[in-house]
Nanobody, 130 residues
Framework: QFRLAESGGGPVRPGGSLQLSCTAS????????IAWFRQTPGKERESIAC????????EYAESVKGRFFISRDYAKNTVSLQMNDLKPEDTGVYFC???????????????????????WGQGTQVTVSA
């Protein structure tokens, strides 16, 4: 059974860094566009970063552009999210999600939608606090 699993969350002080990982098991993630979504209390789940499957081009929400960087390692079947200069408003549960790119012209759309993604991890908590 194909699965995605996040890791790397935790507490961090403002200005600090964390790296989240999204690891696929039960199959290859090579042909998936992978996005990171963030769920904060009282708000809808927001797509903050996405990386395409073949050309590895990426898209970012304005709120994280220049601070967060998404990358993928095909050999490790992993997509990472490097988060720098973290702010209290970055606090939330972070989910990775996968959308099959096969037969599709566009992935990692802006704005993006949860409905585009068939595969989800269980989420990892990030807490930015002094």
């Amino acid at each position: 059974q194909f699965r995605l699993a996040e890791s790397g969350g935790g507490p961090v002080r403002p200005g600090g860094s964390l790296q989240l990982s999204c690891t696929a098991s039960g199959g290859t993630a090579r042909y998936l566009a992978i996005a990171w979504f963030r769920q904060t209390p009282g708000k809808e789940r927001e797509s903050i970063a996405c990386i395409r499957s073949v050309d590895q081009n990426s898209e970012y929400a304005e709120s994280v552009k220049g601070r967060f960087f998404i990358s993928r390692d095909y050999a490790k079947n992993t997509v990472s999210l490097q988060m720098n200069d973290l702010k209290p408003e970055d606090t939330g549960v972070y989910f990775c999600a996968g959308e099959s790119a096969l037969g599709k012209r566009y992935t990692c759309r802006r704005p993006d939608s949860e409905a585009n993604y068939a595969y989800w991890g269980q989420g990892t908590q990030v807490t930015v606090s002094a």
